[in-house]
Every structure is written in C-alpha cells, then in structure tokens.
C-alpha cells in the first residue's frame, strides 16, 4: 500500500481534495475530523467531552485520534492505500503514526501539502460556516485560533517529513479542479 498525508492549515481544501482522489487512486480516506464530528452527532461521551475543545479550534488530545487512526487502520481491506486528512496534527502524532505503519510493514510515503494564504482561509471558512453550521467556522477568534494553532503545533510536521524526503508542496489557490490535477500528478509520480 502507499501512503499519503494531506496537508495544509484549516481551510486550505484537505477534506475537499480528499474525498475525490481517494475516489479516483482507491484510498481509504481516513479523516480524524469526520470521525470526531460523527461522535458529536451520535452523542457519545467521548464526543461530548470532545466538542468543547472543537468548538473553541484546539487540538484535541493525541491519544484520542491515535487511537481512532489505530482501529481504521486494521480494518481496511481491497485499498491501494490510505490518505490521511487532517492526521496527524502534531509531531507526537507523526511519530506513532509512522510506528503504526511501520509495525504493518507500511510507511508514510508522501505528505502533499496545500499552500494557501491566511485571507484566503478565513474567506472560505466564514464562508463553508454558512453552509455547513459548524461552529469552529462561524467565530473569527475561533478561526483565528485554529490558524494559530496550526503554525504552532501542526507546521513543525513540515520540517520532520521534509528532512524525510517525502514532502511534497503543491499550491491550494485555484479552482477544485485545478488543485486535483496537480495532486492526482504529484500522487501519479509516487504510485
Ligand atoms: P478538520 O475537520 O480537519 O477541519 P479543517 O482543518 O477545518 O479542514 P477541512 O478539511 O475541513 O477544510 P477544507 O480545507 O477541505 O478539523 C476540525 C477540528 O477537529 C480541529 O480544529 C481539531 O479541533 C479537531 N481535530 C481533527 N483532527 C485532529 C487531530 N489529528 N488531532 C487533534 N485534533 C484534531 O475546506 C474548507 C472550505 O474551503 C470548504 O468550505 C471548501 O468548500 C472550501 N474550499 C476548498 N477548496 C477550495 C478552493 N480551491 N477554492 C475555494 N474554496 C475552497
């Protein structure tokens, strides 16, 4: 199987992109914020617990997704891989996500990172708030902490796959379309 991290600060069009190259390559589209969204609508205890940390744009506790990211992870079958959406969001995560792999004779081979401006995020968040509801998009101190967030604990990921060989720039800015053709290039060159 060949792996993929998609990449990029919130907004920046992973979930998007995600759902049609795992369409088009056969991945398993793994999104650690669809499957903590999906406890909050089912009312779980961990989504309760969960929810007021989303909703106020922090990271919620890394061995929480792990432990989601491990579950999926065994029960996939028939994929040509995995594409990871919004995992992992710190390095700490990186790192047991690679043991993960690993320990399955896998590994992470490309991170394919969105590259798209500050305004540009807030534009498309305040905007997919009007649609969607999601309460992390419709408070701009909330964006804004969510775009902090980022640089700090997320970003550093960067630095570790690119000294890995694996990180892959790609420009975010553009239409849908145009992004997924310069990903599904960059994911032809790999597989
Ligand atoms: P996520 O669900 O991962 O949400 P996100 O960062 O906002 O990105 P998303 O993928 O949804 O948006 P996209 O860029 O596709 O995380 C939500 C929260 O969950 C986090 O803040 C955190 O609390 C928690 N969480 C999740 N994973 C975690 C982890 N591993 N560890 C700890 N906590 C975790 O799209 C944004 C909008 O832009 C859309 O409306 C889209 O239509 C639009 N758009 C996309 N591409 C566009 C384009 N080219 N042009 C114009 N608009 C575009």
Redesign the pocket.
């Known amino acids: 199987m060949v792996n993929y991290l998609?990449f990029?600060?919130?907004?920046?069009?992973?979930?998007?992109?995600?759902v049609k190259l795992a369409e088009k390559f056969n991945l398993m589209h793994l999104?650690?914020?669809?499957?903590?969204?999906a406890e909050i609508a089912a009312g779980t205890e961990l989504g309760k617990r969960?929810s007021t940390?989303?909703s106020?744009?922090?990271?919620?506790?890394?061995e929480?997704?792990i432990e989601m990211?491990a579950s999926k992870i065994d029960s996939t079958k028939g994929k040509a891989g995995f594409l990871f959406?919004?995992?992992?969001?710190?390095v700490a995560?990186t790192e047991a996500l690679e043991k993960m792999l690993n320990r399955r004779g896998m590994k992470i081979d490309s991170m394919l990172v969105?590259d798209?401006e500050h305004d540009?995020?807030v534009?498309?968040?305040i905007?997919?708030a009007e649609?969607?509801g999601?309460p992390?998009?419709k408070d701009p101190a909330v964006i804004e902490n969510?775009i902090d967030?980022?640089k700090e604990k997320t970003e550093p990921i960067i630095d570790y796959c690119r000294k890995k060989g694996i990180y892959q720039p790609v420009n975010?800015?553009?239409?849908?379309e145009?992004?997924f053709a310069r990903l599904s290039e960059k994911i032809k060159g790999i597989m």
Do not use: C, H, N, W
Not at 8 to 18: A, I, L, V
Not at 85 to 90: A, I, K, S, V
């Open positions: 998609i990029g600060p919130p907004g920046s069009g992973k979930g998007t992109q995600s999104s650690t914020g669809d499957m903590l969204r969960m940390i989303m106020k744009g922090e990271l919620v506790p890394d929480v997704v990211i959406d919004g995992f992992p969001r710190t995560q969105l798209v540009e995020l534009k498309r968040l905007l997919r649609a969607s999601r992390d998009d969510r967030v980022y975010g800015v553009g239409s849908i145009d992004i």
